[in-house]
């Protein structure tokens, strides 16, 4: 069984920072590409970035030159840097995980962290 854990988000005034990380666990014998999702009030689930083991990366065109994403494949651990913040980041940011794991390779999510942006 695999755990995504996702921390770092909290309250935040527009035009500032954070840095989300998304610790994975288990029984995993190599993470493939990871990703950043965030779903507001009301609206669909949407990508934000997505990393893939080797290090490329891909952003949505709302947070290009604002949001770092990296990771550390020694740790499974997945960050997204959040810089220059505005009120319309305000949502749920779920990571999720592609994982080989025993029997195949399966994506697993995370439970999410809110972040919320102040104006």
């Known amino acids: 069984q695999v755990q995504l854990v996702e921390s770092g988000g909290g309250l935040v005034q527009a035009g500032g920072s954070l840095r989300l990380s998304c610790a994975a666990s288990?029984?995993?014998?190599?993470?493939?590409?990871m990703g950043w999702y965030r779903q507001a009030p009301g609206k669909q689930r949407e990508l934000v970035a997505t990393?893939?083991?080797?290090?490329?990366?891909n952003y949505a065109d709302s947070v290009k030159g604002r949001f770092t994403i990296s990771r550390d494949n020694a740790k499974n651990t997945m960050y997204l840097q959040m810089n220059s913040l505005k009120p319309e980041d305000t949502a749920v940011y779920s990571c999720n995980a592609n994982a080989d794991v025993r029997g195949g390779s399966l994506i697993y999510w995370g439970q999410g962290t809110q972040v919320t942006v102040s104006s």
């Open positions: 990393i893939t083991r080797r290090g490329n990366t």
């Open positions: 288990g029984s995993i014998f190599s993470i493939n590409a």
